[in-house]
C-alpha cells in the first residue's frame, strides 16, 4: 500500500493471525479436558508423556519438556513426542553444545523447541544465531519462578518485542509462556507471537477444565467486532511519556514529553460478553509504549496513525479516537487529533 508505514502494514498483516494454544498438562485425564477445550498442542514432562500421548491418540501434538535432569529413561519420552522443548537458559538449563550431542545421538528427530528462562537473567542467554545453528526450530520464551508474576509484567512488551524481533530476525519463530493468564492474551497478540502456553492460569481449584480452556481458546481466535448495536468507551487520557519526536534539527537528539489521550469504541466492555469482549485500557498503553519505545519519530501525525494502526489491529475495536500533543514546544500543546473506524 503506497504511504503506508511498517507499523501499519505490520498492523494489518496480523490482524487475522492468531497463536496456537499451547496447555501444560500432568496426566491423560488433563489431556482430554485441554484437548476438548481446543488446545493444539499438549505440554508433557519425561514422567507422564506416554500416558498423555496414548489418551490424546494424535488429536493433539505432544511437546515434551526437557532439562538438565534428562537421562536414558526419557528415551521412551522422547519417542512419543512431536516437539522437544529443551531448556538451554536457566538454572536447570543443558548446556547447548551437550544438549546438540545428546539429541543428536538419539534415533528420533522430533522439532526442537529452545526454553529460554526470562527470569535467570538474558544477559547470558544463547545467541539467536547460535540458536539457530544448533539446529532449534524454535525459542519458547518463558519462567522458572511464577511466584513475582506473569512473562509481560516481569519483562514489560517494549523488552519482550526487541526479544521476539532479534529471535524472527534469525528465523526463530516464538512461543510465549511465563504463568499467562486470561487478560494477557489480547496484550500479547499485537506481538504476534507462534503460540501461547497456558498452566498455572488455567487451572480453577487445581483443577483443568476444558471450560478453562475453551475460554482461552475463544481469546485467543476472537472474531472481528460488529458493528450494529451500541458500543462503549474505552478511554486513557493525558498519558504523557518522553520520547524521541520533531523533524526539526534541534529536535533530534534529545526527549519531549507527549502527552496521549485516546478514546477506544467496542461493541461491549465485557460485562456482556465474558473475557472475551473485555477491551482494556492496558492495551492502549501497551501500544503506547511499544510505539514510544523505538525510533526517532519525525511527525506526530505519523504516530497517531501507527497508533490508531494498533488499537485496530485488535478485532473488537470498531473506532478509535487519538489526540498526540508535543508539550515541550512552548506555551500550551500542538499536535493532532484523529478518527479512524474499522
Excluded at 125 to 142: E, N, R, T
Aim: proline share 4%; aromatic share 4%; glycine share 10%.
Amino acid at each position: 500500500m503506497p504511504g503506508e508505514s511498517a507499523v501499519r502494514a505490520i498492523a494489518r498483516t496480523r490482524k487475522a493471525m492468531a497463536p496456537v494454544l499451547i496447555v501444560h498438562v500432568r496426566n491423560g485425564a488433563e489431556a482430554e479436558e485441554a484437548i476438548l477445550g481446543g488446545a493444539s498442542i499438549l505440554s508433557v514432562d519425561v514422567e507422564a508423556a506416554e500416558e498423555i500421548a496414548a489418551r490424546a491418540g494424535g488429536r493433539a501434538a505432544i511437546m515434551l519438556r526437557l532439562d538438565a535432569d534428562f537421562g536414558r529413561e526419557a528415551a521412551r519420552a522422547i519417542a512419543v513426542a512431536d516437539k522437544l522443548a529443551v531448556v538451554v537458559h536457566g538454572k536447570v538449563a543443558i548446556p547447548l553444545e551437550e544438549a546438540s550431542s545428546r539429541l543428536d545421538a538419539m534415533a528420533q528427530r522430533p522439532e526442537r523447541i529452545a526454553v529460554i528462562f526470562a527470569n535467570d537473567g538474558l544477559e547470558d542467554a544463547p545467541a539467536p544465531a547460535v540458536l539457530a545453528k544448533a539446529g532449534f526450530a524454535d525459542v519458547l520464551i518463558d519462567l522458572a519462578d511464577e511466584s513475582a508474576g506473569g512473562l509481560p509484567a516481569r519483562l514489560g512488551l517494549p523488552k519482550l518485542r526487541r526479544l521476539i524481533d532479534a529471535m524472527r530476525a534469525e528465523g526463530l519463530p516464538v512461543l510465549l509462556g511465563g504463568a499467562l493468564e486470561a487478560p494477557d492474551v489480547p496484550r500479547l497478540r499485537v506481538l504476534s507471537p507462534e503460540a501461547l502456553l497456558f498452566d498455572t492460569g488455567l487451572r480453577r481449584n487445581g483443577a483443568l477444565t476444558s471450560d478453562a480452556v475453551r475460554d482461552i481458546a475463544s481469546l485467543i481466535s476472537v472474531e472481528p467486532a460488529g458493528i450494529a448495536g451500541s458500543t462503549d468507551r474505552i478511554f486513557l487520557r493525558d498519558h504523557v511519556v518522553e520520547m524521541e519526536i520533531g523533524a526539526y534539527g534541534h529536535e533530534r537528539g534529545r526527549r519531549q514529553r507527549v502527552r496521549f489521550s485516546v478514546e477506544v469504541d467496542v461493541p461491549c466492555a465485557g460485562a456482556c460478553a465474558g473475557m472475551g469482549g473485555v477491551y482494556s485500557y492496558d492495551l492502549i498503553a501497551d501500544a503506547i509504549a511499544l510505539l514510544t519505545d523505538g525510533a526517532h519519530v519525525d511527525f506526530v501525525e505519523t504516530l497517531a496513525e501507527d497508533l490508531s494502526a494498533m488499537i485496530l489491529a485488535d478485532p473488537r475495536v470498531v473506532s478509535v479516537r487519538i489526540r498526540v500533543e508535543k508539550l515541550d514546544l512552548g506555551s500550551g500543546s500542538f499536535g493532532i487529533e484523529i478518527l479512524r473506524n474499522r
